[in-house]
């Protein structure tokens, strides 16, 4: 089975990089930086065959506002 983040059975442990990125954040946008995080190793492994993230970019990234654009569109949607 191809590793997809829908399929992921196990949250893997975060990196002690991760969790200080991670808790920059308040607790509403940790879901959405998790959701990120998976979702850009996946595409660094895809692409690039290796899943290198620099944490603390996405999560201001996230801070900045950025939301996964389908569910920004779902939610538009549902109001």
């Not at 995080?37 to 895809?46: I, L, M, S």
């Not at 692409?47 to 779902?74: D, N, T």
């Amino acid at each position: 089975m191809e590793y997809t983040p829908e399929n992921a059975v196990d949250e893997p442990k975060r990196s002690e990089k991760n969790e200080a990125a991670r808790n920059t954040l308040p607790d509403e946008l940790k879901p959405v930086f998790d959701d990120f995080v998976a979702d850009y190793k996946f595409a660094g492994t895809k692409h690039h065959g290796s899943p290198f993230v620099s944490y603390i970019i996405l999560a201001e990234m996230v801070k900045m506002g950025w939301r996964l654009a389908v569910k920004a569109e779902c939610q538009k949607n549902d109001a």
